[in-house]
């Protein structure tokens, strides 16, 4: 079993940073898939970022998020730069020691419960 805990999460304003922690408890993880969802109201979770032995983004947010983690702390980082309006969601992180394809939620075993971020103008 594993035990997921978002962080970091807040209300900002356009343009401004963020930085969300995900960590995990109950093994070690540094060898499995770490991803960062997010779920707007009213829409369907959708993939933003992962980290295996490289990184993997969605269009959206390539050039402005980067995802890293800490083997040592068994967390992972998903840094928010540049944050725009459509950012706004719950973002979740999620794990799995084996995946196909990053942006099916069906492929992840452990799901924290999700840090809330708002973007307002």
């Known amino acids: 079993q594993v035990q997921l805990v978002e962080s970091g999460g807040g209300q900002v304003q356009a343009g401004d940073s963020l930085r969300l922690s995900c960590a995990a408890y109950?093994?070690?993880?540094?060898?499995?898939?770490m991803v960062w969802f997010r779920q707007a109201p009213g829409k369907e979770r959708e993939f933003v970022a992962g980290i295996h032995y490289s990184t993997y983004y969605t269009d959206s947010v390539k050039g402005r998020f980067s995802v890293s983690r800490d083997n040592a702390k068994n967390t992972v980082y998903l840094q928010m730069n540049s944050l725009k309006l459509d950012d706004t969601g719950v973002y979740y992180c999620a794990t799995s020691p084996s995946v196909r394809f990053w942006h099916a939620p069906r492929e992840y075993d452990y799901w924290g419960r999700g840090t809330q971020v708002t973007v307002s103008s």
């Open positions: 109950g093994r070690t993880v540094n060898d499995d898939y």
